[in-house]
């Protein structure tokens, strides 16, 4: 029977699990509550029904479903920038997670606010 070779695992690693526990716990309330509020999902969805590719990918002329709904700007709990549909971008996990560790002081790193210039562009897609 093939058994499946031991996977490496350096001391301290934390599960995945548990770093969105904590990830979690560290975010404030208010952005926690208006994500899980039941407008969020609705509209999320809404939104990357109308926008199904990633626009970062895009930009690298490649073609990925996007399944990330993006604040372009951080809202940090800020309902007016939270849900200002202009500042949302439909994006890949990859790119979203790309952004995230530059942006939101992933890895460790503290936050940071320079972010890429934004582009609009609008995104024309028939779906027929
Ligand atoms: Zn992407």
Not at 4 to 31: C, F, L, N, T, W
Not at 45 to 64: G, M, Q, T
Not at 68 to 80: F, I, K, L, R, S
Not at 89 to 105: F, P
Request: aromatic letters at 8%; glycine letters at 4%.
């Amino acid at each position: 029977m093939p058994v499946r070779p031991p996977i490496h695992r350096p001391v301290g690693r934390r599960e995945k699990r548990e770093r969105d526990q904590d990830y979690a716990r560290q975010r404030d309330p208010v952005s926690r509550a208006l994500y899980r509020s039941k407008r969020w999902r609705t509209e999320r969805a809404a939104f990357l029904h109308d926008h199904p590719l990633c626009v970062e990918c895009e930009r690298h002329d490649l073609i990925r479903p996007a399944s990330v709904v993006d604040h372009v700007d951080p809202h940090d709990g800020n309902e007016t920038v939270f849900w200002d549909r202009s500042r949302w971008q439909a994006l890949c996990a990859s790119c979203h997670g790309r952004k995230t560790a530059s942006s939101d002081g992933g890895f460790g790193n503290a936050r940071r606010y320079s972010q890429a210039p934004r582009e609009s562009k609008s995104l024309t897609i028939s779906m027929t």
